[in-house]
């Protein structure tokens, strides 16, 4: 478990498929998430036991739980790990509106960044980013990762497009 001052972080367990269920079936994730249909529970099921072995799957999701009432608020992600280059990619949610904005997302962060160091010998992350979400842009921005690139109205959402923002932390001189 990685714990901090107001969130620990530990691993999916399969009592929480109900609550990733709800979280990754709700239409308001998914435009964020790049996703188009709902997930069945079997999938779900799928997906924790592939949570099990990163270096098989190159996937690690971590529950997001608050100190106070061990409650579950939210996942953070690495995915698409490549272990032989040192990189990965990270996502967060913060699955309900009332708990976003209180630094849960940056703490959580925080403590990913220094496993991806220090244990899983990880030297670059990076991440993708809608243009339009300020919070997020915010969220990387504050922790120092770094803008790459940028995408041309790369996402189609209802009849617009949306630029993609691409970022990098290089972990060489994070503690």
């Given at each position: ?9 530990r691993?999916v ?20 998430a ?71 997302a ?6 990913v960044?220094?496993y ?9 992350l990076?991440c ?10 915010h ?16 996402y ?8 993609e ?11």
């Amino acid at each position: 478990m990685l714990k901090s001052e107001n969130i620990f972080l530990r691993a999916v367990e399969s009592s929480d498929a109900t609550q990733l269920f709800l979280w990754e079936n709700d239409v308001n994730h998914w435009r964020i998430a790049n996703t188009e249909v709902p997930f069945s529970m079997h999938a779900i099921h799928n997906l924790i036991e592939q949570y099990a072995s990163i270096r098989t799957s190159g996937q690690l999701r971590l529950m997001i739980c608050l100190n106070e009432s061990q409650l579950a608020i939210g996942a953070i992600d690495l995915y698409d790990i490549n272990f032989r280059h040192g990189f990965a990619t990270v996502g967060v949610l913060i699955a309900k509106q009332e708990d976003r904005n209180k630094g849960f997302a940056k703490e959580a962060f925080q403590l990913v960044i220094k496993y991806a160091k220090e244990v899983l010998d990880l030297y670059n992350l990076q991440c993708f980013i809608q243009a339009d979400n300020l919070a997020s842009i915010h969220l990387f921005e504050a922790l120092k990762f770094e803008k790459i690139g940028l995408r041309k109205e790369w996402y189609k959402f209802k009849n617009s497009r949306i630029d993609e923002i691409s970022y990098q932390l290089c972990l060489k001189n994070e503690i």
